[in-house]
């Protein structure tokens, strides 16, 4: 799988968006990086991360379905960042609408999917995602929670990027029908 590693960078899904003007990109090529200057979240919040603790990325995709079912890829996402928590044997992982994933009820994990889309034709979507991996100090951020603060572990970030990248190709191909139903299990609502 193709990725540019950086130290520090403004905003992974603001270089992906700028490199894809310039790049001939396949599905699934990404941006990942120890720190964010300016990262962000849903209705321009910002994301806040120690430098080299969490997981900072941005992945590139190509959706191969029609811009009225672009919800799909939220829930997709979504899914496939559960399935890396719960691989980790982190405690009551579930999805909060419209884009956080909660663990223990407290916010473990973040994402920001921004698409380009032209009529009828799905031109690319931007997924970013922040994880908190390995963080246990949250100022000012109470409902907060991170791997490590809940298990005591410390995880090593890139296997994580690894089976993040598996479970999202792997999401990526199921039924719609699969995906909805799955999804609806881990929403919070329907506990």
């Known amino acids: 799988m193709s990725y540019i590693k ?3 960078i403004t905003s992974t899904n603001d270089f992906l968006k700028s ?3 310039t790049q001939n990109l396949k599905d699934f090529f990404y941006i990942v990086t120890d720190q964010q200057t300016k990262g ?5 919040n910002i994301w806040q991360s120690e430098c080299c603790k969490n997981v900072l990325i941005s992945i590139f995709l190509k959706p191969n379905i029609e811009p009225a079912q672009q919800a799909i890829l939220n829930k997709m996402v979504s899914l496939s960042i559960v399935k890396v928590l ?3 044997n982190i405690p009551n992982v579930k999805i909060k609408l419209p884009n956080d994933i909660m663990a223990e009820s407290k916010k473990i994990a973040g994402i920001l999917i921004e698409n380009k889309i032209s009529g009828n034709k799905w031109l690319q ?3 970013g995602i922040g994880l908190n991996v390995n963080q246990t100090n949250f100022v000012n951020l109470p409902m907060a929670v ?3 603060s809940l298990t005591g572990q410390t995880y090593d970030r890139e296997q994580i990027i690894k089976h993040l990248i598996e479970q999202l190709q792997f999401h990526y191909k199921q039924q719609p029908e699969i995906l909805q139903k799955e999804f609806n299990k881990l929403l919070i609502h329907n506990n």
Do not use: H, L
């Not at 962000?40 to 321009?44: D, E, H, L, M, T």
């Open 6 to 8: 950086f130290d520090t």
């Open 40 to 44: 962000r979240g849903q209705r321009s």
């Open 86 to 88: 719960q691989k980790f």
């Open 125 to 127: 979507s931007i997924i």
């Open 146 to 148: 991170s791997m490590k």
């Open 19 to 21: 490199y894809a003007e």
